[in-house]
């Protein structure tokens, strides 16, 4: 004790002479995108209050007429409430906070005083700012982190929390960030779902009072409410014009968002982990870190917005961002629970012959004593059931690599069947109450992360198979249930951290097996889209946007993800759902994501077939422009019973449009739709492809040439009256 109390009072010796010069200075912080300001001042009673956050100044010597108490207080008086870069509770403020402490001697209030900031270059782009806050009255300190990322004009945030108090303190609320605004109005657009309807969205005002976004299901995080919000000023959020803010949390479990507007109509907006049933036991000398918030904000609507998030996911967040992917054919719906090795050899020459790079054996090829013939057990054993696959995996491997396709499998390592190996024998690595019945979803549990032995042994389930067959290239990890019946053996008398070192047991394991094995992509599945964060995809090279693959569903799902996602993230399969529509309808949806297949080509005619394997050379070929270029939504399914959308590559040399006639009306109007992100300079040729057999476009500009200005401003005719039709235009530039 005495030693941390000796390096408390050097800490305070040495905080005293920059806490005393920034006093004198009004310390300014600048935290600047090429597009974005983000600007904190130092008041009098040596708080530091955010003063700007807008579009960036040309002047620096206009910073100086910033004050923290130009704005007023939070009661509309000229007071020192409201507005400061992490507010706390307990001390004058009356609205949200983002930090809230229980000290050791049971005093519930913080008050944080600037202490020091510096900035340093993370790269060219990328500058890093640490800003240091502590307690005048309590060995407390907190540091803020912001990387400012200059050409995607991204901000990303996230605290750390510390003390040497003589004993630990509670941490209640633990927010990642807090930022404000003053506009005349709000207008939040969230999005929510459920199992094979995620990604639904909807958009009102906020008034006075709070609205909270959040979710208490642990795992399966997103399956309700989804960890992304979209702001509008003085109107709702539009496409191509007016002021938005783009945010989510990088966090695979629990999350909130609060938005509240106060008396005087200042919108504060909080986020992090969600503190429900979670408060923090924080010992002397350990450091609580948040997730990442991460946010970005335009003068020219949400698909600006869209873009820079998907430009700075693959620069540097999602996993392997910049490389390519794979096309894949996988056998779920072909044959469900029923298959052996002869019936999947021959699925891999399919795979073959339609194109693809990868066939994905999905669910159902383990557990000997509880066999995966269905989803009441096996989950828990991954050993190869010999029943179905005598010759294990290394036959399937070599089967895979003698048809000429690589080979990828389906795993579930964080969850447990009652009916398995595992559970006899390990029940105590199980989430599960000790006193009340056992509730069942999806007839499974889910492993108890917060257990370094479990850690090891999900970790185990990848390094066992990887071990085994050094050419898996490819792993499909799914997460079908929240956690329920919630209670931790490991924890014991600490349950209320279960939600939160679960997910950091998790981050734990993917941290080993991508230090081991940093080449293999992974595709982070949950039920369908439930698990869609930058938290996960900091591991995994692609996400599972839903279990439904009806293509006009899949319109809005793959709408609503483009928001905060680029496409080689969002996986699209070609599918048997909804033999309503035409084959080339489903490819043609899929084909503006990263597309595979889940669809058995025998139960296509030869038209189809020989369609299908164009498409996919169509889309081998166009990938650099499908999974890299920028991201432009044309015309809104939610507005009309049309969508078009394009891809642009990034010298305006090659484009890509979708066109897609949903259920249109009788006689229903339609009109040009206008192009974007073209060079209005360049003259562009215009031919339809993805077109079925013997058939040519029926499209009057195809084989056109026309200016990039003409196609922006004066724009194509693309729809018809044609229920779920679908057409995709290669554009090139000819000069």
Known sequence: MKKYLFLWIILLIGSWHVVAQANNDGALIRISTDE?????????NGRLYQVYLGPKLMHQTDLEHFSPFAKGGSDGSAGQRGWEIYMTSGAEDFFEPALGITHADGNMSTILT???????????????????????????????????????????????????EKKPI???????????????????????????????????????GKKILDTKLGTRAAMHVYPFFELGFGQPAEEHRGEVVLGTIGWTGNFRFTFEVDNVGNLRVISGINPYASHYELKAGETFTTP?????????????????????????????????????????????????QDKLSTLMVEAKSLGVNLFLLDDG??????PRNDDHAGLGDWQVMKSKLPDGIPFLVKEAKKAGVKFGIWIEPEMVNPKSNLAQKHPDWIIRLPNRETYYYRNQLVLDLTNPEVQDFVFDVVDNLLTENPEIAFFKW??????????????????????????????????????????????????????????????????WASDNTDPVERLFIQWGFSQFFPSKAICAHVTSWNKNTSVKFRVDVAMMCKMGFDIGLKDLNADELTFCQEAVANYHRLKPIILNGDFYRLVSPYDTEHMAVMHVGDNQ????????????????????????????????????????????SG??????????????????????ARQTTSHIFEITAVN
């Open 478 to 543: 799914d997460c079908n249930s929240p956690i329920t019946n919630i209670y931790s053996p490991y924890l014991k008398d600490k349950q209320e951290q279960l939600y939160v070192d679960y997910v950091r047991g998790l981050y734990k394991v993917l941290d080993r097996i991508r230090a081991k094995y940093p080449a293999v992509p992974m595709m982070l599945c949950s039920g369908g889209g439930a698990r869609c964060d930058y938290g996960a995809l900091k591991y995994f090279t692609e996400f």
């Open 292 to 340: 990442e918030f991460i946010f970005t904000r335009s003068d020219e609507g949400k698909g600006d917005a869209s873009r820079s998030f998907h430009q700075w996911a693959r620069n540097y967040q999602l996993y392997d961002g910049k490389g390519d992917r794979l096309t894949l054919l996988n056998n779920w719906e072909n044959t469900y629970f029923n298959f052996d």
């Open 36 to 44: 974005t300001d983000l600007i904190y001042r130092q008041a009098p």
């Open 114 to 164: 600037y202490v020091s900031s510096e900035q340093k270059a993370i790269d060219s782009n990328a500058t890093e700012t640490i800003i240091r806050l502590k307690d005048n009255q309590y060995p407390l300190q907190v540091i803020m982190h912001y990387v400012a990322y200059k050409k995607e004009n991204v901000i990303k945030t996230w605290t750390e929390i510390s003390h040497q």
């Open 170 to 208: 509670r941490l209640n609320r633990y927010a990642s960030s807090i930022i404000y605004f003053e506009r005349p109005s709000y207008y939040l657009t969230e999005f929510n779902g459920d199992w094979a309807k995620e990604m639904n969205m909807t958009t009102q005002q906020l008034q006075y």
């Open 365 to 370: 090829w383990f557990g000997n004593e509880f």
């Open 699 to 720: 499209a009057a500009i195809n084989g056109q040439t026309y200016s990039g200005d003409y196609l922006m401003k004066v724009g194509v005719r693309v729809f018809s």
């Open 653 to 696: 040399k090659k484009a890509i449009l979708y066109a897609y006639d949903i259920h249109p009306r009788y006689a229903e109007s339609t009109y040009p739709v206008l192009l974007q992100g073209l060079d209005p300079a360049k003259m562009y040729k215009v031919e339809e492809i993805n077109l079925m057999p013997d058939t040519e």
